[in-house]
């Protein structure tokens, strides 16, 4: 197991990790830092170069999208590259945690 994220009843996907010190933001930083050991080699700066992170799940409402755009900040915050790419076909909410619109071309007008 990399990290443990607690239950809570309704979160939006919206980043929290900026300057919070929650218990979640915490839990973030820790996932962030078991992730660069499990990647890391010797002599490399850009720790997650060619590499994939995948968050996912069969059910709704578990929190992917508020990991991804999480974990995905914590990661951009300890200055390393970062693009998440929301491939979610019915439901996609990656746009809602960057206060951006819906895009009206998506990933299956690829």
Do not use: W
């Not at 930083?29 to 700066?45: A, E, G, M």
């Not at 994939?52 to 390393?80: D, Y």
């Amino acid at each position: 197991m990399l990290g443990e994220m607690h239950f809570l009843s309704k979160k939006d996907s919206k980043i929290i990790v900026n300057d919070d010190r929650s218990v979640l933001a915490e839990a973030l930083r820790i996932l962030r830092t078991n992730l660069d050991f499990l990647i890391s080699t010797k002599n490399d700066k850009d720790l997650y170069k060619n590499n994939v992170v995948l968050v996912t799940s069969s059910v709704p409402g578990e929190g992917k999208t508020f990991v991804a755009v999480n974990l995905g900040a914590v990661v951009a915050f300890s200055k390393q590259r970062v693009c998440i790419v929301d491939l979610d076909m019915r439901k996609p909410k990656v746009h809602l945690a960057f206060e951006q619109s819906a895009f009206t071309e998506g990933a299956s007008t690829i």
